[in-house]
């Protein structure tokens, strides 16, 4: 893996009273980076504090709009570093006063699928997979769990947390992980934004409390117990192993050849 770029991991336009944060770390596709969770958090909070910004778009540059954890910082002397960074990440998107659009047309891999089900809105474009990949790992999808499993349907979510299977926008949008799957992404983007602009900031913040609570009653009853699970499980022998084994592209030591 390519060391990162000495430039923003991510890039932050204001125009047209919306905040664009575009994850842009192609080193690493996207993944959450201790860096990269911190300039995106640090985008949340300028643009929370911006009279002038009506919505926040969350964006990616390349074919991944988020690959998950980053890996390669996985084996830190404190496990619980990355679940909490990504724990603060998810909490700031749903506590951030404007409503955040959650803008892929790409691959949403495990931590990326936390970023997307933590926004208002999202939007899937014709390029969009996705997958929890966690239990190929020897993971689960703990700390994301916190914003998802108040949003998803729980058959969907049962089969797609332990089987790990890619599935599509239009499966996305069935169980409630994304808002809309649409061959015309930008169009749906822009019919949104517009719709936000007739509204007044302070309807926006109210209503978006409203619509986040449920949300944010999971954060506060279970963030410590997916915290400390995630950390279990990321230093646990096994997960190392399969981290291992993604990492240098070969199967993990469990995986079983089809019938």
């Known amino acids: 893996m390519t060391s990162a770029p000495a430039g923003p991991l991510v890039r932050v336009s204001t125009a047209g009273s919306v905040t664009t944060l575009e994850l842009d770390s192609p080193h690493n596709r996207n993944a959450l980076s201790t860096r990269l969770m911190a300039e995106l958090t640090e985008g949340l909070a300028q643009a929370a504090k911006d009279p002038q910004v009506r919505a926040v778009v969350l964006g990616h540059t390349g074919k991944v709009f988020c690959a998950g954890a980053d890996l390669s910082e996985a084996t830190g002397d404190d496990p619980t570093v990355g679940p909490r960074g990504l724990v603060d990440l998810q909490r700031a998107i749903v506590e951030c006063?404007?409503?955040?659009?959650?803008?892929?047309?790409?691959?949403?891999?495990?931590?990326?699928?936390?970023l997307v089900g933590s926004a208002d809105l999202a939007i899937a474009g014709p390029a969009c997979t996705f997958a929890f990949t966690e239990v190929r790992l020897g993971l689960a999808p703990a700390v994301i769990s916190l914003p998802l499993r108040?949003?998803?349907?729980?058959?969907?979510?049962?089969?797609?947390?332990?089987?790990?299977?890619?599935?599509?926008?239009?499966?996305?949008?069935?169980?409630?992980?994304?808002?809309?799957a649409t061959d015309e992404p930008e169009q749906a983007l822009a019919q949104v934004l517009d719709a936000l602009r007739l509204a007044s900031p302070q309807g926006l913040a109210e209503t978006k409390r409203l619509v986040s609570a449920e949300v944010l009653a999971s954060f506060e009853a279970d963030t410590e117990a997916r915290v400390a699970q995630s950390a279990r499980l990321f230093g646990s022998p096994e997960a190392q192993e399969g981290m291992r084994a993604f990492l240098e592209r070969r199967p993990a030591p469990w995986a079983v050849p089809g019938a």
Do not use: Q, S
């Open 150 to 180: 108040p949003k998803l349907e729980p058959r969907a979510a049962a089969r797609y947390y332990l089987t790990g299977e890619t599935f599509d926008g239009a499966e996305a949008a069935r169980m409630g992980l994304v808002t809309i």
């Open 97 to 114: 006063p404007k409503p955040v659009i959650a803008y892929a047309n790409g691959h949403v891999r495990a931590g990326g699928l936390g």
